[in-house]
């Protein structure tokens, strides 16, 4: 898969271990984790069901850049065949702590302007 924005990645599961990998028990398999935008306009992209990761946590993606290669890890019940799942997850603001917050969710027409602003979509 190709990334068209510029972000950083901020998690990778490229086995089946547990600790970090542990999306993988929520199926996910082999994932990659970007975090684009800044301050209260960031978005998380996760690309799951990779059969290998073309990128290292900690470093950023460029547009255009190739970040994995699709194929059917983790649970994929019901699609058969090479596939890749994506998953946004919008900023939320900070816990008690401190620390960001991200809730996954299908995007809403209201958050085109953002994604279109982060390079996420044309």
């Given at each position: 898969?190709?990334f068209l ?7 990778i599961?490229n086995g089946?271990?547990?600790g970090?990998?542990?999306r993988?028990?929520?199926g ?7 975090e684009?935008?800044s ?5 998380r992209v996760t690309?799951?069901?990779?059969g290998q990761?073309?990128?290292?946590k ?6 255009g850049?190739a970040i994995?290669i699709?194929?059917?890890?983790g649970?994929?019940?019901g ?8 998953e ?6 900070d816990?008690a702590k401190?620390?960001d917050?991200f809730?996954?969710r299908?995007p ?7 994604l279109?602003?982060l390079?996420?979509?044309?």
């Amino acid at each position: 898969m190709k990334f068209l924005g510029k972000a950083n990645v901020v998690k990778i599961n490229n086995g089946d271990s547990a600790g970090e990998n542990s999306r993988h028990s929520q199926g996910f398999g082999k994932f990659v984790t970007m975090e684009v935008g800044s301050d209260s306009d960031r978005v998380r992209v996760t690309v799951a069901h990779n059969g290998q990761i073309l990128v290292e946590k900690g470093k950023e993606v460029k547009p255009g850049q190739a970040i994995s290669i699709s194929t059917n890890s983790g649970r994929s019940i019901g699609n058969p065949g090479d596939h890749t799942h994506v998953e946004f997850s919008f900023y939320a603001g900070d816990d008690a702590k401190g620390n960001d917050i991200f809730k996954p969710r299908v995007p809403t027409p209201e958050d085109i302007p953002l994604l279109k602003k982060l390079g996420l979509i044309k």
